[in-house]
């Protein structure tokens, strides 16, 4: 069954990012006393490994440049939980707390985009994937189904700072496989591009630069967020600041949202972005036009995406502070989006189908009469419930490329031919 009306995916990931970046500030649920009293002292966090001082081989699934892997809040069924470096919190659907019998102990509040938000905090809690469980993990409760539509998965939960800390993380992008170490017996061989992180609020953050034609690169630090799909997106702030508006030769209005309301962004590629030694050439890139909320903080220049950590094998060590990036298949490929102008969302129980949430203008989708509610049923007759959201997605990035869609509008069974081109 459809739920209408549907945010946009750039409002849904948008707020992905902005709730999960609150400081835990907690207000606990008990009664004042004028007596003081210790300061409550969570247990450690504990470490199980099932054999070994590793586990290898975690399978996930990439979902728009999300990494998505199945794992248990205590000895719950296996959910589907987003792995995200720039959460300074993990997160647990807010739906499934009674499901799980699990008790809050206090709140959790924070800013986004627009204003304050405010989450349950459960405690004591054990996060497990397959070979390794963390007990004793403080959890935010919130009401994270929305991006299920989004992300083509009902997402459970979001794996954060807490649980990341523990290991040296290496994500396998062209694998699609996670290995988990002991920091204390990491050793193996690294070949790629070790990058200094420091964290500022349980974040990681690491120096880049952004080059535009003709002007000299400019470096500010950047969130390592595995929890956004882009390449790059940059605070309002930095962007004023650096002037990059007034030297960009295209570009492209979109908006993006948070918990707060709706912002403003500018889509433009840029010449290069660099990381240490490593260049990413031509990648498109975001600068936010926001006036409140998170996108205008001046603490840090902006965030680096999915879209980079994909081209890599990503070792995230927060132990030594640091991360080490590997080329791999895909890293000269280049930066491409949607070139089709229709954003798509997932949709039924079992979120087989795609419907198209919403279509932009000017676009190929708009030029060729598709509208939002049509549910997209099947391309060049391949059914898009064996195909799939992200394959659909990627499909949909190849520049002259000509599909024939079988659309569903209302009772209507449609024939619609489509030819992508670049938006930008």
């Known amino acids: 069954m459809m739920c209408c009306p549907r945010p946009t995916k750039q409002v849904l990931l948008s707020v992905l990012v902005l709730i999960v970046s609150m400081p835990l500030h907690i207000t606990a649920q008990y009664p004042k006393r004028r007596v003081p009293v210790r300061k409550h002292r969570e247990p450690a966090a504990g470490v199980r490994f099932v054999s070994g001082q590793s586990t290898l081989k975690i399978p996930f699934e990439l979902s728009d440049n999300f990494i998505l892997l199945q794992a248990r809040v205590n000895d719950s069924r296996p959910l589907w939980f987003i792995f995200d470096t720039g959460a300074n919190s993990s997160v647990i659907n807010a739906g499934l707390v009674k499901e799980l019998k699990l008790e809050t102990r206090g709140k959790v509040g924070g800013n986004a985009s627009g204003g304050k938000i405010e989450a349950e905090l459960l405690s004591g809690l054990s996060l497990s994937v397959p070979g390794v469980t963390v007990s004793n993990q403080t959890i935010a409760s919130l009401p994270i189904d929305i991006f299920s539509p989004a992300l083509g998965k009902p997402i459970g939960g979001i794996i954060g700072y807490d649980f990341i800390k523990q290991f040296v ?18 050793n193996r061989s690294v070949s790629g591009e070790i990058l200094p992180i420091k964290f500022i609020n349980r974040k990681p953050f690491v120096s880049a630069k952004i080059k535009l034609d003709g002007r000299d690169a400019v470096e500010g630090m950047f969130m390592i967020d595995t929890g956004s799909d882009g390449v790059m997106s940059v605070n309002a702030p930095f962007a004023k600041t650096h002037q990059f508006l007034k030297f960009l030769p295209a570009v492209r209005q979109s908006s993006s949202g948070g918990a707060g309301g709706i912002s403003e962004t500018i889509m433009a590629r840029v010449e290069t972005i660099q990381l240490g030694r490593l260049t990413i050439n031509n990648p498109l890139i975001e600068f936010s036009q926001a006036t409140q909320g998170t996108d205008t903080l001046s603490s840090y220049a902006g965030l680096l995406g999915g879209e980079v950590f994909r081209r890599f094998t990503l070792v ?45 203008a000017n676009s190929p989708g708009a030029e060729a009469g598709l509208k939002e509610e049509d549910e997209l049923v099947a391309v060049d007759g391949r059914p898009v419930s064996e195909l799939g959201l992200d394959q659909v997605r990627q499909m949909f990035k190849q520049e002259g490329k000509e599909y024939l869609l079988n659309i569903k509008r209302g009772e209507q069974t449609l024939q619609i031919r489509i030819k992508l081109r670049r938006l930008l």
């Open 169 to 186: 993380v290496e994500v396998d992008y062209a694998a699609k496989v996670i290995n988990l170490y002991s920091p204390a017996t990491f």
């Open 316 to 360: 995230v060590d927060y132990p030594r502070q640091r991360i080490i990036l590997e080329p791999n298949a895909y890293f000269s490929e280049p930066v491409e989006a949607d070139m089709s102008g229709l954003d798509l969302m997932a949709d039924g129980e079992d979120f087989k189908n795609l419907v198209i949430n919403e279509v932009t």
